[in-house]
């Protein structure tokens, strides 16, 4: 079977708001990842991590470089054949979540059944089910504005998961949970994930989360500059008194925040 996500050398230069120059914001990124691999990316603000995933999930073309996913090139499709694919194959959250307003949580989750010509018997009891496993089962009829922060990030998840994608795309889903929430959005996200062997990318900042994660890759200065692969470089990230070989601040996290973490048992 093909890799679920096959980046090759991808390059995202932006033109200088000035208009002289040009900003480098991805510079030759290599990614794989293998069907049900859950994938932290991280890094520093402004090292690419969101210009990554836009280009990862076909909203944004790069400037250089091959996209593949589940053997198919993103950036060879032409555009309608691109929409069609991303809305069968990528499920995407970003962090303004972009939820309808006038539709209700569960409307919202729905939706995107809708337009993927799958809304059926199935695909309802699919959506009731994820956001009741995302915590929200007293508030399946409620608007957006209803809504906190929080959940209405927890119903942007249960939407980027509702069609089954190959690959799910997540940046900073948890940026507006509590922490005892977060580690439950995270861990059913996993569990999904590595249950029905999705692969997933999550763009985030706060370093507990990568405890649930295969793999977690560090971007900087757009480019790939490290993988961290074995159960104790992660551990090391979740615990960085137990290793002082990782710089947090390349990272992307503050180092007064990693030394607040508190250790999470596997
Ligand atoms: N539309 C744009 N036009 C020009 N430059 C851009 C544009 N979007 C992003 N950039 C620049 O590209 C670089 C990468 O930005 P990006 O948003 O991908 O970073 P990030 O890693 O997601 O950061 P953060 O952790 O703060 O979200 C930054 O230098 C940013 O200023
Ligand atoms: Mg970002």
Known sequence: ????????Q???????????????????MEMALEH????ALVGPSGSGKTTMLAMLAGLLMPTAGAIRIAGQDLTMMKERERTAF???????????NNLVPYLTAIENVEYMLRINSAYD?????????????????????????QLSGGQQQRVAIARSLINQPTLVLADEP???????RAFQVVETMAQLVHAEGRA?????????????????????????????TTREDITCLVNPA????????????????????????L
């Open 121 to 145: 018997r199935q695909g309802r009891e699919r959506a009731r089910e994820l956001l009741v496993r995302l915590g929200l089962e007293d508030r399946l009829q409620s608007l957006p504005r």
């Open 200 to 228: 997933a990318i999550m763009v985030t900042h706060d370093l507990r989360m990568v405890e649930y994660c295969d793999r977690v890759i560090q971007m900087v200065d757009g480019r790939l500059e490290r993988v961290l």
């Open 10 to 28: 991808v390059t995202k230069e932006y033109t200088a708001p000035s208009g002289d120059g040009a900003i480098m914001a991805v510079d030759g």
């Open 174 to 180: 948890t940026a507006s949970l509590d922490t005892e």
């Open 242 to 265: 137990l290793c002082e070989r990782i710089p947090m601040a390349l990272l992307g996290f503050a180092e007064d925040e990693a030394l607040n973490v508190q250790y999470v048992e």
């Open 36 to 39: 049900g691999e859950f994938v």
């Open 86 to 96: 991303r809305r069968r194959e990528i499920g995407f959250t970003f962090q303004d």
């Open 1 to 8: 079977m093909s890799l679920a996500l096959e980046a090759v």
